[in-house]
């Protein structure tokens, strides 16, 4: 365990670790391009340049390792003359076309410039042109002249979804990313090189051009494309959601993500929820007025059905509190234990990659089974497929996936379920058709809210559970699953406002000099002589 | 009352004398009125609407977008100016642009007119010249009438005959290789 001294910050760091970590863990700025925490060391910026005391010239951070009693600082002026000069190599041949760059706001060079750099270029030469909007692969766009050449994208190639699509061709100021003639990248990861170039070179394709960088607000949540349950980060302003981006868990998912996961953020948005409610009575749709008068009006008919008659079947796509509260309605008010686990990932379940995707698609698979065998309930899907054609359920609630991308027999399913007299459906998106089911005689839709728009808490395939709150309401109408489940059981909602005096922070600022009656009067503070 | 701070000028006495004041006004307007009445050229007023006041090309009026030689919209969708637009009227949506030395330009780009403040910060952010308040200054509409200005208004309107040119331009830039 040596000790050092960095910027006069005493450390005790474990063997082996490079100076760059130590730093990195400790929170002390440092310019970097090439190193990342996930990936091998490449030294190949020489923007980490510190200064070792006894060392007449300066060390690259990444790849020296902590001895003891080492001093380093970064903050000497040689250093910083270094940083600056080094990022004016980077910078020579470097377009420079922020402002249709989407990586600007958050770009690396325009950090490091700002931090360290703020020179005037010293380049008369002209700069090197080099090939712009590259179609790299299905996801990426690639423009090589923003490339700084740092090979993180080639190394995460190589070293995380070991696809070898990527590599540095060519020498000198003509040496550029590319992948092989008539290759692409395209791998199940691929949007990760996106996250990790430092520099606008690599562009998502579904991302690009959408919306800047400033604009977008982020919070922290938990993906809900499969039962990995990757931490991730969903970035959205007042027209949506626009993408997702892995944060750093290690014990889950490290610091990537698959890129089918990139597309969890799109069920969340408007175009694909379902924003009315709508109830089907004598053939005829008719929109209701909102969802929870909805919910409470089935309070009193769902009192009334027989509790043999009556179904629930659900999905492991909510939250454990949900079922908590659902199951515990079901249980304890209605003693009713029909409750039907709706999987279309049992059989491709134990599926895995060997890195992070696997076959369960739903992010709370286990989390929905603890909470049926807490309950005591096991049921077989078989009796409810014969349930529903000898007619013995009446009434059935189908609390509907999130995620509607991963369930291929949405349509088909639900068609099963339209056999029932009475079909209640809780649904984010709009892409299941019920018009087109003939026997549906009596149906009410409500719609739901997404795992974006609800805190609480996803059990992942390994039993860890993984909490995540709200990130944003994009349907301000929707119900949770726990609202629904307390307005059917007769009960109303519990809106508990803030007092203002909590929302609003006191300050020092003084109060206005001009009073009301001033206005009033159209008079301030100096009179008439 | 007047022992109270005031910031406003005490008159002397004297001022309560307004004839001689009221004199020396009347002397003013006769004497423009009669030299009006002479010489007509000279008269500071005119007959609007027939006839129309040119402001300085100056002037902080009605926005245009500025076009490429080609006649193309020069603007490249950075929404610097619709970041800086403190009103917030600007709306822009980016798309990608067919020809990759282009790579992205505004499919739509909407000022609402009756927000804009006319502060001029959208020009000052704009880095390719594609935005110049104009010394255009009447806006008429009828009730109801849209203010909400789009491309086609913005940069081809009839009396920019054909667009203003801007003067930043790629091809140039990059032969010079900058
Ligand atoms: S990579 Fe960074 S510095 Fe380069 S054009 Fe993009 S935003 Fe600007
Ligand atoms: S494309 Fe990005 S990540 Fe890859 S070498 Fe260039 S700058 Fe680095
Ligand atoms: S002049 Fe000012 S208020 Fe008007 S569009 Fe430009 S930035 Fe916005
Ligand atoms: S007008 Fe100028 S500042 Fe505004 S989006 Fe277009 S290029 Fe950018
Ligand atoms: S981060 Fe050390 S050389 Fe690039």
Redesign the pocket.
Same mark, same amino acid.
């Given at each position: 365990m040596p000790k050092c001294t960095i910027n006069g910050v005493e450390l005790e760091v474990k063997d082996g670790t490079t100076i760059i970590q130590a730093m990195y863990d400790n929170h002390q700025k440092i310019a970097h391009y090439c190193w990342h925490p996930g990936l091998s060391i490449a030294g190949v910026c020489r923007l980490c340049m510190v200064e070792i005391e006894g060392n007449p010239r300066l060390q690259i951070a990444c790849n020296t390792v902590v001895t003891e009693g080492m001093k380093i600082n970064n903050t000497s002026l040689k250093v910083q003359e270094a940083v600056k000069w080094g990022l004016d190599f980077h910078l020579i041949n470097h377009p420079l076309d922020c402002?249709i760059c989407d990586q600007a706001g958050e770009c690396g060079l325009q950090d490091q410039y700002m931090d360290f750099g703020q020179y005037t270029s010293e380049m008369a030469e002209p700069k090197q042109k080099k090939r712009k909007v590259v179609d790299l692969g299905p996801t990426i766009v690639l423009d090589s002249e923003r490339c700084i050449l740092c090979s993180r994208c080639v190394r995460f190639t190589d070293e995380v979804s070991k696809t070898n699509e990527l590599g540095i061709f060519n020498r000198g100021d003509h040496a550029e990313i590319g992948t092989h003639d008539g290759k692409k990248l395209d791998n199940n990861y691929s949007l990760n090189t996106v996250d990790i170039c430092p520099v606008g070179a690599l562009t998502s394709k579904d991302f690009r051009f959408k919306q800047r960088a400033w604009y977008l607000k982020d919070s922290e949540t938990i993906c809900n494309g499969c039962s990995t349950g990757c931490n991730v980060k969903v970035y959205f302003n007042k027209e949506g959601l626009f993408r997702v981006k892995p944060t750093y868990n290690p014990e889950v998912n490290g610091y990537w993500m698959c890129d089918e996961g990139r597309n969890v953020y799109k069920f969340a948005n408007k175009e694909y929820r379902q924003s009315q409610t709508l109830q089907l009575s004598q053939g005829v749709w008719k929109q209701l007025e909102n969802p929870g008068k909805a919910a409470k009006d089935l309070a009193d008919v769902l009192s009334k059905v027989n509790s043999s008659e009556l179904a629930l079947v659900m999905t492991g796509q909510q939250t454990n509190e949900e079922y908590q509260s659902i199951l515990n309605v079901f249980v304890n008010n209605f003693k009713n234990k029909n409750v039907y686990h709706w999987n279309s990932h049992a059989a491709t379940a134990d599926q895995f990659d060997g890195l992070l995707i696997r076959g369960d698609k739903n992010p709370n698979t286990k989390g929905l089974q603890n909470a049926l065998s807490s309950f005591g309930i096991a049921t077989k899907w078989s009796d409810l497929e014969n349930g529903i054609k000898q007619n013995t359920i009446k009434t059935l609630i189908v609390v509907g996936p999130e995620n509607v991308g991963v369930y291929n027999d949405l349509q088909e399913k639900f068609e099963q379920f339209s056999n029932v007299k009475n079909l209640i459906v809780l649904t984010t998106s709009n892409v299941v058709k019920f018009e087109g089911f003939k026997n549906l005689s009596l149906a009410t839709i409500i719609p739901m809210k997404t795992f974006v728009e609800k805190t609480g808490s996803f059990t992942n395939y390994a039993g860890k559970v993984q909490k995540f709150k709200r990130a944003t309401t994009i349907m301000s109408t929707a119900l949770t699953l726990d609202e629904f489940a307390s307005l059917i059981s007769g009960q109303d909602l519990q809106i508990n406002p803030v007092p203002i005096q909590d929302l609003f922070v006191a300050d020092n600022t003084p109060v206005d000099q001009v009073r009301l009656d001033h206005r009033k009067k159209n008079e301030f503070l100096f009179t008439k002589g | 009352m007047s022992d109270t701070p005031t910031v406003l000028e005490q008159k002397p006495a004297s001022s309560q004398w307004y004839l001689i004041g009221i004199t020396k006004g009347l002397v003013i307007t006769f004497s423009h009125l009669i030299k009006n009445i002479f010489n007509k050229k000279q008269m500071m007023t005119i007959n609007y609407p027939e006839e129309k006041y040119d402001y300085s090309s100056r002037f902080k009026g009605n926005h245009i %977008?500025t076009v490429k030689k080609d006649g193309a919209i020069? @603007?490249? #969708? /950075?929404? %610097? /100016? #619709?970041t800086n637009c403190p009103a917030e009227c +600007?709306k +822009?949506t980016a798309s990608e642009h067919p020809n990759p030395e282009v790579e992205k330009y =505004?499919i739509s780009?909407e000022i609402d007119m009756l927000r804009c403040v006319f502060c001029g910060y959208?020009e000052e #952010? @704009? =880095?390719?010249d #594609? +935005?110049r308040l104009g010394p255009e200054w009447q806006t008429p509409g009828l009730n109801g009438a849209d203010f909400t200005y789009d491309i086609k208004h913005l940069a081809y309107r009839a009396n920019l005959k054909g667009g203003v040119q801007s003067v930043v331009d790629d091809k140039e830039r990059l032969k010079a290789g900058i």
């Amino acid at each position: 365990m040596p000790k050092c001294t960095i910027n006069g910050v005493e450390l005790e760091v474990k063997d082996g670790t490079t100076i760059i970590q130590a730093m990195y863990d400790n929170h002390q700025k440092i310019a970097h391009y090439c190193w990342h925490p996930g990936l091998s060391i490449a030294g190949v910026c020489r923007l980490c340049m510190v200064e070792i005391e006894g060392n007449p010239r300066l060390q690259i951070a990444c790849n020296t390792v902590v001895t003891e009693g080492m001093k380093i600082n970064n903050t000497s002026l040689k250093v910083q003359e270094a940083v600056k000069w080094g990022l004016d190599f980077h910078l020579i041949n470097h377009p420079l076309d922020c402002p249709i760059c989407d990586q600007a706001g958050e770009c690396g060079l325009q950090d490091q410039y700002m931090d360290f750099g703020q020179y005037t270029s010293e380049m008369a030469e002209p700069k090197q042109k080099k090939r712009k909007v590259v179609d790299l692969g299905p996801t990426i766009v690639l423009d090589s002249e923003r490339c700084i050449l740092c090979s993180r994208c080639v190394r995460f190639t190589d070293e995380v979804s070991k696809t070898n699509e990527l590599g540095i061709f060519n020498r000198g100021d003509h040496a550029e990313i590319g992948t092989h003639d008539g290759k692409k990248l395209d791998n199940n990861y691929s949007l990760n090189t996106v996250d990790i170039c430092p520099v606008g070179a690599l562009t998502s394709k579904d991302f690009r051009f959408k919306q800047r960088a400033w604009y977008l607000k982020d919070s922290e949540t938990i993906c809900n494309g499969c039962s990995t349950g990757c931490n991730v980060k969903v970035y959205f302003n007042k027209e949506g959601l626009f993408r997702v981006k892995p944060t750093y868990n290690p014990e889950v998912n490290g610091y990537w993500m698959c890129d089918e996961g990139r597309n969890v953020y799109k069920f969340a948005n408007k175009e694909y929820r379902q924003s009315q409610t709508l109830q089907l009575s004598q053939g005829v749709w008719k929109q209701l007025e909102n969802p929870g008068k909805a919910a409470k009006d089935l309070a009193d008919v769902l009192s009334k059905v027989n509790s043999s008659e009556l179904a629930l079947v659900m999905t492991g796509q909510q939250t454990n509190e949900e079922y908590q509260s659902i199951l515990n309605v079901f249980v304890n008010n209605f003693k009713n234990k029909n409750v039907y686990h709706w999987n279309s990932h049992a059989a491709t379940a134990d599926q895995f990659d060997g890195l992070l995707i696997r076959g369960d698609k739903n992010p709370n698979t286990k989390g929905l089974q603890n909470a049926l065998s807490s309950f005591g309930i096991a049921t077989k899907w078989s009796d409810l497929e014969n349930g529903i054609k000898q007619n013995t359920i009446k009434t059935l609630i189908v609390v509907g996936p999130e995620n509607v991308g991963v369930y291929n027999d949405l349509q088909e399913k639900f068609e099963q379920f339209s056999n029932v007299k009475n079909l209640i459906v809780l649904t984010t998106s709009n892409v299941v058709k019920f018009e087109g089911f003939k026997n549906l005689s009596l149906a009410t839709i409500i719609p739901m809210k997404t795992f974006v728009e609800k805190t609480g808490s996803f059990t992942n395939y390994a039993g860890k559970v993984q909490k995540f709150k709200r990130a944003t309401t994009i349907m301000s109408t929707a119900l949770t699953l726990d609202e629904f489940a307390s307005l059917i059981s007769g009960q109303d909602l519990q809106i508990n406002p803030v007092p203002i005096q909590d929302l609003f922070v006191a300050d020092n600022t003084p109060v206005d000099q001009v009073r009301l009656d001033h206005r009033k009067k159209n008079e301030f503070l100096f009179t008439k002589g | 009352m007047s022992d109270t701070p005031t910031v406003l000028e005490q008159k002397p006495a004297s001022s309560q004398w307004y004839l001689i004041g009221i004199t020396k006004g009347l002397v003013i307007t006769f004497s423009h009125l009669i030299k009006n009445i002479f010489n007509k050229k000279q008269m500071m007023t005119i007959n609007y609407p027939e006839e129309k006041y040119d402001y300085s090309s100056r002037f902080k009026g009605n926005h245009i %977008l500025t076009v490429k030689k080609d006649g193309a919209i020069r @603007c490249t #969708a /950075c929404m %610097l /100016c #619709a970041t800086n637009c403190p009103a917030e009227c +600007i709306k +822009i949506t980016a798309s990608e642009h067919p020809n990759p030395e282009v790579e992205k330009y =505004p499919i739509s780009y909407e000022i609402d007119m009756l927000r804009c403040v006319f502060c001029g910060y959208c020009e000052e #952010a @704009c =880095p390719v010249d #594609a +935005i110049r308040l104009g010394p255009e200054w009447q806006t008429p509409g009828l009730n109801g009438a849209d203010f909400t200005y789009d491309i086609k208004h913005l940069a081809y309107r009839a009396n920019l005959k054909g667009g203003v040119q801007s003067v930043v331009d790629d091809k140039e830039r990059l032969k010079a290789g900058i």
